[in-house]
């Protein structure tokens, strides 16, 4: 799925996607470096830090989305309370 997601926000298809995979790699903590990047997908090094960027947003945005998705659901079975339920316990 994240790899469908970060092909969808490069536009490229599946053009360079050991390239887009190594950029998931260092996302996650991996030490690549930026020659290898730019050898897979083909281009300077200005483009691989606004791919970088651009990877790194997407991939946030999936972080966020997961974690408000995991929110919703731990609330609903109450196991954690909400913020706001939280903080109107604390104005009483």
């Given at each position: 799925?994240?790899?469908?997601?970060?092909?969808?926000?490069?536009?490229?298809?599946?053009?360079?996607?050991?390239?887009?995979?190594?950029?998931?790699?260092?996302?996650?903590?991996?030490?690549?470096?930026?020659?290898?990047?730019?050898?897979?997908?083909?281009?300077?090094?200005?483009?691989?830090?606004?791919?970088?960027?651009?990877?790194?947003r997407?991939?946030?945005?999936?972080?966020?989305c997961?974690i408000?998705?995991?929110?919703?659901?731990?609330?609903?079975?109450?196991?954690?309370?909400?913020?706001?339920t939280?903080?109107?316990?604390?104005?009483t």
């Open positions: 799925m994240m790899m469908n997601r970060i092909f969808q926000a490069l536009g490229t298809g599946i053009h360079g996607r050991l390239g887009a995979y190594k950029l998931l790699l260092c996302y996650f903590g991996a030490n690549i470096g930026y020659r290898a990047i730019r050898y897979d997908l083909k281009c300077r090094d200005a483009v691989v830090i606004e791919i970088r960027g651009t990877v790194y997407t991939l946030d945005g999936i972080h966020d997961a408000a998705e995991m929110t919703d659901e731990m609330e609903k079975h109450t196991l954690i309370r909400s913020a706001e939280q903080y109107a316990s604390r104005s």
